[in-house]
């Protein structure tokens, strides 16, 4: 079985900054990419960054160049460090691991952690 804990989130002054992280135990050795997701009250789910198990990584338009996505070398924990965050960054955001077992692919979660951008 994947767990997977997120830590990092909090309150934050606009254009300030924030790490989270999202530490995976368990079987991950077929890890194929993870990633952030975030949802702030009364939106839809959106993406927001991705990182592959060979480094390339994707970033929403939103948040591209001020977020940045990057792992440990063991790939066992994944980091979304959030600069000049805005009002608008306010959200829950939520961790993912994709993991391939068998020929099929399984998604697991973290348990969310909120993000406030407030003065």
């Known amino acids: 079985q994947v767990q997977l804990v997120e830590s990092g989130g909090g309150l934050v002054q606009p254009g300030g900054s924030l790490r989270l992280s999202c530490a995976a135990s368990?079987?991950?050795?077929?890890?194929?990419?993870m990633g952030w997701y975030r949802q702030a009250p009364g939106k839809s789910r959106d993406l927001v960054a991705i990182i592959t198990s060979g480094g390339s990584t994707y970033y929403a338009d939103s948040v591209k160049g001020r977020f940045d996505i990057y792992t440990d070398n063991a790939k066992s924990t994944v980091y979304l460090q959030m600069n000049s965050l805005k009002p608008e960054d306010t959200a829950v955001y939520s961790c993912?691991?994709?993991?391939?077992?068998?020929?099929?692919?399984?998604?697991?979660w973290g348990q969310g952690t909120q993000v406030t951008v407030s003065s």
């Open positions: 993912y691991f994709n993991i391939e077992r068998g020929g099929l692919a399984f998604r697991y």
């Open positions: 368990g079987s991950i050795f077929s890890t194929s990419a």
